[in-house]
């Protein structure tokens, strides 16, 4: 069983977890009002959902010297406290420039903040407890995408665009307040001097990347600016690889990607990220453009996602405990996949049961892999590794959140030419079609990844019981 203080620190997370989801996905559905009110055009609203995403995915890597050198529980309390001050920035921002320099720095609170918080629960965990800690901070980062559409149209609807901002500011002050309670002090250390080439390189790589998935999802695209900055930021990243192989005391240890799990973690969960971010993206614009539904209606159905996430909780520790990481991740992937395409075949014309049930499948589908591969991520690395490994982790799945709208757009505008290969005459819906199959080919491909995964994975997580024990 696990203690009360390691799940009351697992829950806390949690709840920034959630905090820092809604907030890189909730300024999407205000964008228009934003726009308005501010002055601006709506495509200048996106340098506001982008300079977060950026900001956050380029100091992840940060998290692991800086905790090494001030200890996790000052970080920890400092990205609170920044994260929150910067959204009450946000919230009285009245041009444009300041509230990207605020969303900068909510930004740079975020990147320290969950990666930090997650350090704090797994380096005290004992390896038993670390399935069911993972499952209570996991499941907040998959129900902000589900609930963001809807919260932000009711907020800009019913109040105005600051309050978006401004419900971080209780929530802030609420954690900062449990967190000094619950956060021991933990001794520093004296780690070698801070590796800024790698600082340079990896963050530069990490930022381009992030900002030329914001120039592909863009409505007036410029692929030879788009593609420029992809191929210098992979090359960066490139550079960065390299540098951080070869030097005495690189900022982020990527050696420990020698551990099967993790690295089946990184490699498999990133790109599973990609299609949970992008189902609940496609969805709406599915009901809403092509079937006509109205705007509540369409998040309704949506939210059935989150219905399904909740709903498996319980029985996902269980079901790991039974069967085993590898079996429970090719079922649950697969699923994914045939879920997936089957969305993309469905019409305005489908009993509405039968499409929540299949969006129901998808949230039960994505709720099971995710928590166990962020929990086997960690069921190999030896404590000393830890603070390396989570932030590897971390950087990898939040810049696959972060790519999965572009991923979306580049997919449904790929549906236009590649629907007439399909049979019958194209519809609007055909690029849907196409856009929903090539997720699933992308789940398809995480299948492989766990296919090829030890069949003891994560053995040292699980807690097998004797009449289920093998022979």
Sequence with gaps: MIDKPHRSKALLVAGCFFMEMLDGTIVTTAAPRMARSLHVSSAAIGLVITSFLLTFAALIPLSGWLTRRWGTRPVFLTAIAVFTAASLGCALSTTLPVLIAMRVLQGFGGAMMVPVGRLIVLAGAEKSDLMRLMAYIVWPGLMAPVVAPLAGGLI?????????????????????????????????????????????????????????????????????????????????????????????????????????????????????????????????????????????????????????????????????????????????????????????????????????????????????????????????????????????????????????????????RAGGPLGHLLPGTPSARTAYTVAFLILALFSLSVTITALRMHRDAGARVRSVRAAVARP
């Excluded at 690189?250 to 790109?271: D, E, Q």
């Excluded at 809403?288 to 520790?317: D, E, H, R």
């Excluded at 490994?389 to 790519?403: D, E, P, R, V």
Aim: glycine letters at 8%; aromatic letters at 8%.
């Design 156 to 412: 800009t609807t019913y109040a105005s665009w600051p309050w978006m901002f401004g419900i971080n500011i209780p929530l802030g002050v609420v954690a900062f307040t449990v967190a000094w309670r619950l956060v021991e002090t933990t001794p520093t250390q004296h780690p070698p001097r801070l590796d800024r080439l790698g600082v340079v390189l990896t963050c530069a790589g990490l930022g381009g990347l992030t900002y030329a998935a914001h120039l592909f999802s863009d409505a007036h695209i410029s692929w030879g600016t788009a593609t420029a900055t992809a191929v210098v930021s992979a090359a960066l990243l490139a550079a960065a690889t390299r540098h951080l192989l070869r030097t005495e005391a690189p900022l982020v240890n990527l050696r420990v990607l020698r551990i099967a799990t993790l690295r089946a973690s990184v490699s498999g969960g990133s790109l599973f990220w990609i299609v949970v971010g992008a189902g609940p993206f496609l969805m709406p614009l599915l009901f809403q453009n092509v079937f006509a539904w109205s705007a509540v209606k369409s998040g309704a159905v949506v939210l059935f996602i989150f219905v399904g996430n909740i709903g498996i909780k319980p029985a996902t520790t269980p079901l790991l405990n039974r069967f085993g990481f590898r079996p429970v991740l090719v079922v649950s992937t697969l699923v994914m996949a045939v879920a997936m395409a089957a969305v993309g075949l469905l019409t305005a014309g489908t009993p509405i049961v039968l499409t929540c049930a299949l969006v129901l499948v998808t949230g039960i589908a994505r709720s099971v892999a995710l928590t166990a591969f962020s929990t086997v991520a960690f069921s190999d690395v030896a404590p000393q590794e830890m603070p390396d490994a989570n932030a590897i982790s971390a950087t990898a799945f939040q810049m696959s959140a972060g790519l999965a709208i572009a991923v979306s757009t580049i997919a449904l």
